[in-house]
Structures are given as C-alpha cells and as structure tokens.
C-alpha cells in the first residue's frame, strides 16, 4: 500500500479508480474510442450505444474472434517487390454468420467502447462523467496485457446517501445505481481512513483491516465490471489513486514496455556453393513454403508467422543497433514521417527533438520449436521486448519490421546507422553519400516496412509515482 498523503493544496472532486487490463485486440479498432466524449451525453443515449456495443461484441465472441476468409486473405501475403508487407496472422477457420459480418460492420468498436458501457450499465453515471482514459491507443488488432485505464466517479455522489449528489454542482443525470453504491463507497471511505491514519504509529492491526477491507472492496469491484465485459477483455487488477494531483493515464509514465511475437522458419541452404550466384536456388525447399507450415492450434491471432525464412543470427545484432538516444524519425507513422499540417510548420530542429527517443532496451528472446522434425530448417519462436519512456506512433511496428528485413537479406545491418540519422541520413543518401549500397537514391522513410499488428501487445505501463492503494 501507498504510504503517499495528498498535498493539502490538492482538493480531488472525484475519486479515481486505476485498473489494469488486458484484451485481444483482434476484434476492435483498437483501445481508443474514435469519437470525442460530448459532455452533454445522457444516460438514454449510453444505453442506446451499450445496446449496440454488446450486440456487436456477442457476435464477434461468438466467434471466438476470427474475421472473415475474404479479410484473411487481404491480410495473408506479402509483397517483396514494392515493400509491402500484409499480416499473416493464425485464426479460427470457421468464418463468422452473414448476420455478424452485417453486425460487425455497423460500427467499429474499441476497448474503451467496452469498458464505458460496462462502466455506464454498473454504475448508472453517464460516458462524460466516467471520463475513461487509457495509458496507450493501441492500434488495430494490436493486443495488451498490462494496458493501464482510469475512471472517476464524483466525491458528491459517494457523499450522499443513495448514490445521489450532496450539492447543486452535482449533475441531476447522474446518480449511482444500487449496485455500485456500496461497493464505490465502501472502496472511498477505506481510502479515506487510509488517509487519516498515521504512517508512523502503533497502529498497524488498524492499517492490516483498512487494508484488508480495501482489498475486499476492489475485487469486488473487479469482479463486477468482470461479468459485463466479453470474455476477451479481462481486469487484471483494480487499484484507487492516492496522489497528490489529479491522475492521467498518459502522463508521468516513466517506462512503457511492448512485446512482439514472431515465428519463422530459419533460412537454410542445401548446401554450400561457390559457383551459382543464384541464392534462391540453395535454399532448402520447405523455405517456400510460406507461413502455413507455421501455424498452431494455440494461436489466437497473437503472433506473426513469417512468411519468409530468417537468419536466426542478425535479429540480436540487428536489434542492439536500435538501443540508446536516435532520432526515429524514419520509424513513426508514414503519415507523421515528413510531418503534417502542424509539423510543416515547425524547423528542423523542433521535427528533430519531436522524433528523439532514449530507447532503453530491444532485446529478442529466441526458443526452438521442439517439435519440429530435426531433418529440415527449424522454426523459431522469437519476442522482441523494447522499452522506452514513450513511443511514436507504428514505431515499435516499424523497427520490428526492419529487423526482421535485415534478417531476411533484404537491409542491411549498415543500413541502420544511417536511418537514426532522421532528416540528415535522408539528405546524404539523396547526394549520394549513403553508407549502404542497399539504399542509394532511395527515400529513407519507403525502406521501412511495418510488421502487422498482430504480434505486438502492450505488456506494461510504469509511473513514477505509485500512490496507487
């Protein structure tokens, strides 16, 4: 527990609820709801919208997440020549009913859509004022075990008696259920016992009970939320902020951590040969075989099977070159590469700075399918960790992407130096000057191909401050 006292000056108007997630994100748009929250929403049109969200989410459940032959196979190959790189990601072959696919084009739903109608259905209080916010957007089909989400329910709602408000500021919509209400109460006044309690006193058996109570009160909370959300969205742990300012899932975060899950067969020549200068032709056969051979039972759309072999070798080397402070401009978003509407604006310096990064680690962890018949080229299990306070927009996607280029014979690992250069390694390849033969005359930003969605997931999210009781 905390031992953290809010500052004097500090006077929360509502009491926040931290809750740490984790979801397939196979089915949804991502976390992020992709419309703002209208302060004006009522609870008749967050029931109307929870209708829907749970409509949909029944018939994405129902089965068991997989998406259609048809998105498959937009997703299934991979085009080498132009750059383009799809995901070829292991699903369910049972595609879902014509009454889900219409279901499931009604809208795109988002985690965070979810959670504010299981939120909204529990407590009864509106979208607006539960004010939902997670630590990272996550993009589509981009996966999360540790994703951080916070919430609030007004002080004057738990001051009253009934789940009512206790002053005139108090929105006349909102009014806690008779569900909620004791359980959202009983969580506040353990924190304010908490509160009031000495830090150093001869008091401990009253600090275990308080202790033990606000425990009772969380996973009961936990477990409410629990049974209205589809079963692949999952609460980890629910905790309540006991800062000394207001809590933002996206500020003051000290370390995000993601994780990315690859398979791939390792590239393995028949034998050794001086004369033929045709590689291709050495390969071992089952090299071209493509991902299908690569596909397992357990799969849940949560990693990428390569659909070429790679050398087993370059990824940690390949991946070492990344670590430290570099300019990632070359690894963000296409859309955000040469800087829009707002980045034209600013110099070179300011789109420098923007795109700096201190990543603290990539690393990839390699394990042998034991499986496999020991006659022909193995296949490997690869996760990439990379760690960093932040990170832009696809970048995790995108360095992935190019390690596994590297490994694949198509970059370089001296190609690598000269991308972190950001603007000034993109002006030295247009003059000629590269490093790397492999990216003369070429526009730095069109080397980078991003791995599928798929493999990634956000493992963790760290605070500097952990008031969190």
């Known amino acids: 527990m905390a031992t953290a006292r809010p500052s004097p000056q500090y ?6 609820f931290v809750l740490t997630i984790e979801y397939n994100g196979f089915a949804y748009a991502g976390f992020q709801r992709q419309t703002a929250t209208h302060h004006a929403s009522t609870d008749a049109d967050a029931d109307g919208r929870a209708n829907d969200v749970l409509s949909i989410s029944a018939s994405t459940t129902s089965s068991a997440n997989v998406a259609s032959e048809s998105e498959r196979s937009s997703v299934g190959a991979t085009h080498a020549m132009d750059g383009k790189r799809e995901a070829t990601c292991s699903s369910s072959r049972h ?27 529990w407590t009864g209080l509106s979208i607006a ?30 001051k009253g008696e009934g789940g009512g408000g206790s002053d005139e500021t108090t929105d006349s919509c909102d009014r806690l259920s008779e ?20 830090t150093n006193s001869d008091t401990g058996n009253a600090n275990d009970n308080i202790q033990r109570k ?3 009160d969380q996973w009961k909370i936990r477990r409410a939320l629990s049974t209205r959300l589809p079963p692949d969205i999952v609460i980890r742990s629910t905790w309540i902020w006991n800062g000394d300012e207001a809590f933002e899932a996206r500020q003051r975060i000290s370390c995000k951590t993601y994780v990315y899950h690859l398979r791939f067969r390792s590239l393995t020549y028949c034998s050794p040969s001086t004369t033929n200068n045709d590689d291709t032709s050495q390969l071992h056969p089952i ?83 034991q499986y496999e018949d020991r006659s022909i080229p193995p296949i ?16 995790v996607r995108n360095l992935v992407g190019f390690v596994v280029d590297v490994a694949r014979g198509l970059r370089l690992l001296e190609d690598i130096p000269m991308l972190l250069m950001g603007n000034a ?35 963790k999210v760290e605070y500097e401050r952990n008031n969190f009781v």
């Open 179 to 198: 569900h909620a209400f004791p359980l959202l109460r009983g969580a506040y006044q353990s924190l304010t016992q908490h509160r009031d309690q000495p």
């Open 214 to 216: 606000t425990y009772t």
């Open 287 to 369: 090299c071209h075989a493509g991902p299908h051979l690569l596909r397992r039972i357990s799969d849940q759309n949560d990693v990428w099977s390569s659909p070429w072999p790679l050398d087993p070798s370059l990824l940690p080397t390949a991946c070492q070159l990344f670590v430290g402070v570099h300019d990632f401009g070359n690894f963000i978003h296409k859309d955000d590469r040469r800087g829009g509407s707002t980045r034209s604006k600013r110099n070179a310096t300011d789109r420098e700075k923007s795109h700096s990064i201190d990543l603290f680690q990539f690393t990839v962890d390699l394990q042998l399918d």
């Open 380 to 395: 490997y299990d690869a996760k990439f960790t990379l760690k960093a306070k932040g990170f832009h927009r696809q970048m």
């Open 129 to 158: 004022t539960l004010r939902v916010r997670g630590a990272g957007r996550t993009d589509k089909g981009v996966h999360a075990s540790g994703q951080v989400v916070g919430f609030d329910v007004p002080l004057s709602l738990l």
């Open 11 to 16: 006077k929360p108007e509502v009491l926040t």
């Open 425 to 459: 390694g993109d002006e030295k390849t247009r003059i000629g000057d590269a490093i790397s033969s492999s990216i003369i005359d070429a526009s730095l930003p069109s080397l980078v191909n991003a791995a599928p969605a798929c493999g990634l997931c956000l493992a």
């Open 95 to 121: 595609p879902p009913s014509k009454k889900s696919k219409h279901k499931q084009s009604k809208a795109p739903i988002t985690v965070q859509q979810q959670l504010e109608t299981a939120l909204h259905q």
